[in-house]
Nanobody
Framework: QVQLVESGGGFVQPGGSLRLSCAASGSIASINTMGWYRQTPGKQRELVASRITFGDTNFADSVKGRFTISRDNAKNTVYLEMNSLKPEDTGVYFC?????????WGQGTQVTVSS
């Protein structure tokens, strides 16, 4: 089992920034992927960004150039730095951790971008 604890959501005006954090604990494989997904009412949960333990990242086209994802592997924590936020970035952001040992989701954190 892997437990995920998310933090950092909130309310921000357009053009602002937020940083999300997700800390994993439990049975963690040495090679794993951590990422963030976003869900808005009436839409499927979609990938925002992900990063494998040592390198490769993946971003949704809508956030390229504005969001960055980083990891502190010693702390099993992934960060999502969100800049130049737009109203369409609003949603519930879920942390995901997956590896050969399983696939786990956090409880979600709300991000609201509005003037």
């Amino acid at each position: 089992q892997v437990q995920l604890v998310e933090s950092g959501g909130g309310f921000v005006q357009p053009g602002g920034s937020l940083r999300l954090s997700c800390a994993a604990s439990g049975s963690i494989a040495s090679i794993n992927t951590m990422g963030w997904y976003r869900q808005t009412p009436g839409k499927q949960r979609e990938l925002v960004a992900s990063r494998i333990t040592f390198g490769d990242t993946n971003f949704a086209d809508s956030v390229k150039g504005r969001f960055t994802i980083s990891r502190d592997n010693a702390k099993n924590t992934v960060y999502l730095e969100m800049n130049s936020l737009k109203p369409e970035d609003t949603g519930v952001y879920f942390c995901r951790h997956w590896s050969r040992l399983g696939d786990y989701w956090g409880q979600g954190t709300q991000v609201t971008v509005s003037s």
